[in-house]
């Protein structure tokens, strides 16, 4: 069974970078068709999906930070990471890593948004 765990500091000041690993065990980031995530939730609020990095190591952010989040990974260590670059306090939230297996995909359902 596949188990992650978040670490990293619990305080970070305004401007300065966060960061925070999630270390998987009980199976490989790698693995075929798993997709790894950060989420994240406000005081107050819903969820956040911040992006995401595949088992092929391709990454996906959110249109909203995608300019201050990176999401790399350790093969070798067998864990992905989050860095959030110029923080402020409207990013306090709970930081949460996640992993999803993709079991197939469908062909999709056109939406269009026309007035």
């Known amino acids: 069974q596949i188990q992650l765990q978040e670490s990293g500091p619990g305080l970070v000041k305004p401007s300065q970078t966060l960061s925070l690993t999630c270390t998987v065990s009980?199976?490989?980031?790698?693995?075929?068709?798993?997709?790894w995530y950060w989420i994240r939730q406000p005081p107050g609020k819903g969820r956040e999906l911040m992006g995401c990095?595949?088992?092929?190591?391709?990454?996906d952010y959110s249109p909203s930070l995608k300019s201050r989040t990176s999401i790399s990974r350790d093969t070798s260590r067998n864990l992905f990471t989050l860095q959030l670059t110029s923080v402020i306090p409207e990013d306090t939230a709970v930081y949460y890593c996640?992993?999803?297996?993709?079991?197939?995909w469908r062909q999709g359902t056109q939406v269009t948004v026309s007035p």
């Open positions: 996640a992993g999803v297996h993709v079991v197939g």
């Open positions: 009980g199976g490989s980031i790698t693995t075929n068709d798993y997709y």
């Open positions: 990095i595949s088992y092929l190591g391709v990454t």
